[in-house]
């Protein structure tokens, strides 16, 4: 081949391309080398930020050893649920038992991918940025462990360092909690308004029932709680939460955890929400008293740790004390002049306007238990017509008008009057009639002790809790009266009279100096002097002379320490004669307590109101142990020591 043709066969130097071509090459070949830098550094700063970083994430032991706030909650002696105290109301559920469809439902809402990543779904972050992008709406690129890490140990400020921990934290949470245990934290931790935290707690309050019992659309409607609890709140916002709960429904079909059909059924579902009832037991005293009793042992960590208290109260008892007290209030109130409507409310002329009107002016005066409140729309003497908070009209006539004959009187006091437009109150009878009463001013209490226990069965401390939350069994001291002259006997039983003892009930006359006041002369009740008797007699008819007589033979300052073995506190009764007619104070619960001395034979049984204490997992921290009664004891050795526990402390256990 000669010269001219190796030349023509020759392959082309890059030096003979077009300038324009040279110039790209060198471009491509500089954006690859720029781009390779770029990312070299960015992965050299994501290891120097992770070196920085891990080591300064909190320490997750917390999670490992989860033990969630559990609110204090307090049980009659037959289990009922008497009172609940804590911040966060929340009723822990391992995982094992939250039914398959109420995990599927959360999973579908809120991370469908749970099983399949590793703390971080990459895929649900780059769909995040390209929905930022678009302004489409998306699932988000929080994952169930992100959430539980940020709830736990991050603020709620969205910062790009604040997700960035949030991303280690759910790599090093994933590396040593299993995926069954993250979910199980989050369903139990998770805030779903209304004081709810936690699944379980929310079909309670929302639904009224327990979790395994919830139905696909329950739990649909539950899961798009987290998102924004007051937002998709179902009571307060229930077209949103419908929204919500269909959206969720779809991905649950999406994700294979239902069928269609399931899916129609449950959209057709009409959801029956837990209404405000009538309070089961009202026991608010008695359940305000343990609390107080617990915190009294444990501080602040009362509320959290999940204590059930059992009480030695039984739900029935309580409840026919509660009724009995109110009765008496009532029956007493009855026999009282009527003070008037409790306001006056201006009807609007226009008949249609007048039930709004009405239920508008009833919000601010609620329903007491059986005490109901209603507003007067026709008043005459025989007649009253007055329309509840439900919009039933009652009409009043003949026996039901007698406790306020005085507010019907036409030309009556027009501060008292019942008028068209006037508050007041309605109560049904037994045998379905209707009177027209008012609130009762005067307060009340009941105890109910074992005497041979010293159990309490019974406590109400007042008419209405809201009301007053002063409880007047335990807090109200008083003068006991003639009640206490059983105390003065028994003293003078022990210093050797007899029930045939003889004592003259005549008159008696003292000076200041025996009375500790001003000069006295004391009369028996019926004004009456029956000369000699024997003390069984006087104490029979309860004579004041026979009394006085009594504690001046054995003296006053004997008896002031006689009755410190009963409970009474010495203080409380001055050592003067007219201790002997119950001029010193006492509480109700002192009362009872002293009363079942006598009743149980001799014995000093201290009130025990809290029978047990468990822990969330059911087992005794503490029991109330009740040494049994010795009646082959001698009675005059049945004394217990009067410095023994107070009265008002309940025995509540010591508890660790």
């Known amino acids: ?183 199980e934290v989050y369903m139990n931790q998770i805030f779903l308004g209304q004081r709810a935290y936690g699944f379980a707690s929310a079909a309670e309050i929302y639904f009224g029932k327990p979790l395994k019992d919830i139905s696909i659309a329950e739990a649909a409607m539950l899961a798009g709680l987290p998102q924004a609890p007051s937002a998709y709140n179902p009571i307060n916002n229930p077209d949103r939460a419908k929204a919500g709960q269909t959206r969720i429904l779809d991905r649950m079909v999406d994700n294979g955890y ?133 919009g039933d009209a009652i009409t009043v006539t003949g026996d039901g008008l007698k406790p306020v004959t005085s507010g019907l009187v036409l030309k009556g006091n027009p501060k008292t009057q019942i008028r068209p437009g006037a508050v007041v109150r309605l109560v049904q009878g037994a045998k379905g009639d209707w009177s027209v009463t008012q609130q009762p001013e005067v307060e009340g209490a009941f105890i109910a002790i074992d005497p041979r226990t010293g159990a309490i069965r019974a406590m109400v401390g007042g008419f209405d809790y809201a009301k007053s939350k002063f409880n007047h069994a335990t807090q109200a001291w008083r003068q006991p009266g003639s009640s206490f002259k059983p105390f003065i006997y028994s003293a003078a039983l022990e210093k050797g009279f007899t029930p045939a003892t003889v004592i003259n009930d005549a008159p008696l006359f003292f000076d200041a100096t025996s009375t500790g006041s001003q000069p006295w002369e004391p009369k028996n009740y019926d004004g009456k002097f029956e000369g000699p008797m024997s003390l069984r007699r006087g104490l029979e008819k309860s004579k004041n002379m026979i009394s006085i007589r009594i504690l001046q033979a054995i003296g006053t300052q004997y008896a002031q320490q006689w009755i410190t073995r009963f409970g009474f506190e010495a203080d409380k009764h001055p050592a003067y004669l007219p201790m002997a007619l119950g001029t010193g104070s006492v509480t109700p619960l002192q009362m009872a307590s002293a009363y079942s001395v006598f009743a149980n034979g001799g014995y000093r049984t201290n009130p025990i109101l809290i029978s047990r204490i468990t822990d969330t997992k059911g087992r005794v921290l503490n029991e109330a142990v009740v040494p049994p009664l010795d009646e082959t004891m001698p009675t005059t050795l049945r004394w217990k020591p009067a410095n023994q526990v107070s009265i008002e402390s309940f025995v509540v256990p010591v508890l660790p």
């Open 1 to 183: 081949m000669s010269e001219t043709e190796r030349e023509a066969h020759r392959p082309a130097d890059a030096s003979s391309l077009p300038s324009w071509a040279s110039w790209l090459t060198k471009g491509v070949g500089w954006l690859f080398a720029l781009a390779a830098a770029l990312a070299l550094s960015i992965v050299m700063l994501v290891v120097i930020a992770l070196s920085v970083a891990y080591p300064n994430l909190p320490e997750i032991s917390g999670l490992m050893d989860y033990r969630p706030k559990l609110p204090m909650r307090i049980f009659s002696a037959d289990g009922v649920l008497l009172g609940e105290y804590g911040e966060e109301r929340r009723n822990f559920v391992p995982l094992a038992q939250i039914p398959k469809v109420m995990q599927e439902a959360v999973l579908a809402s809120e991370d469908a991918r749970f099983y399949q990543h590793s703390g971080v779904d990459v895929k649900g972050v780059f769909r995040a940025a390209l929905a930022q992008f678009s302004r489409s709406r998306s699932q988000g690129a929080s994952t169930i462990t992100m959430q539980v890490a940020r709830n736990f140990y991050l603020s709620t400020e969205k910062t790009y360092t604040r997700k960035i921990y949030e991303m280690l934290l759910a790599f090093k949470m994933e590396s040593l909690l299993t995926k069954d245990q993250i979910l």
């Open 258 to 390: 239902i069928t269609p059909e399931q899916r129609e059924a449950a959209k057709n579902e009409v959801l029956r929400y837990r209404a405000p009832t009538e309070v089961a037991v009202h026991a608010e005293y008695v359940a305000e008293t343990a609390r107080q009793l617990i915190f009294s042992q444990y501080g602040d960590d009362a509320y959290s740790r999940g204590l059930n208290v059992y009480l030695t109260l039984k739900s029935d008892d309580q409840m026919v004390a509660y009724r009995a007290l109110r009765k008496g209030i009532m029956d007493y109130e009855r026999r009282q002049v009527y003070r008037g409507p409790e306001d006056y409310v201006d009807l609007p002329a226009n008949p249609k306007e007048i039930d709004a009107r009405i239920a508008e002016a009833l919000q601010d005066h609620p329903d007491n238990d059986e005490l109901k409140a209603a507003i007067v729309t026709e008043a005459s003497p025989k007649k009253v017509v007055a329309v509840l908070q439900s």
